[in-house]
């Protein structure tokens, strides 16, 4: 069994950064894709990032583009998502997933999911 367990989360001003960090446990990082997804208040879950099991290739949904950077340390089983420039429009609970399968935008594909970390953007 996969945990995943967010951190790095909390308040912030616009235009601020913040780093979030999931550790995995359990299994071999490695093995997974991950992604960082968010869900804001009354919203739905929405992707913001995903990373290949090698850290070669990385997406984005075009909101994030050119702010946030999601990357990998395989032998430290950590996935991060640096976060810059923060905007009102980031502020959610940002959760941290591993998938099987390739990196994907689609939640339907992740297998394991953390517990979520908040990220409050005041303007």
């Known amino acids: 069994q996969v945990q995943l367990v967010e951190s790095g989360g909390g308040l912030v001003q616009a235009g601020g950064s913040l780093r979030l960090s999931c550790t995995v446990s359990?299994?071999?990082?490695?093995?997974?894709?991950m992604g960082w997804f968010r869900q804001a208040p009354g919203k739905e879950r929405e992707f913001a990032a995903a990373?290949?099991?090698?850290?070669?290739?990385?997406k984005y949904v075009d909101s994030v583009k050119g702010r946030f950077t999601i990357s990998r340390d395989n032998a430290k089983s950590t996935v991060y998502l640096q976060m810059n420039s923060l905007k009102s429009d980031d502020t959610a609970v940002y959760y941290c997933?591993?998938?099987?399968?390739?990196?994907?935008?689609?939640?339907?594909?992740?297998?394991?999911w953390g517990q979520g970390t908040q990220v409050t953007v005041s303007s």
């Open positions: 997933a591993a998938t099987t399968k390739s990196s994907s935008s689609d939640y339907r594909l992740y297998d394991y």
């Open positions: 359990g299994r071999t990082s490695s093995n997974y894709a």
């Open positions: 990373i290949s099991r090698t850290g070669s290739r990385t």
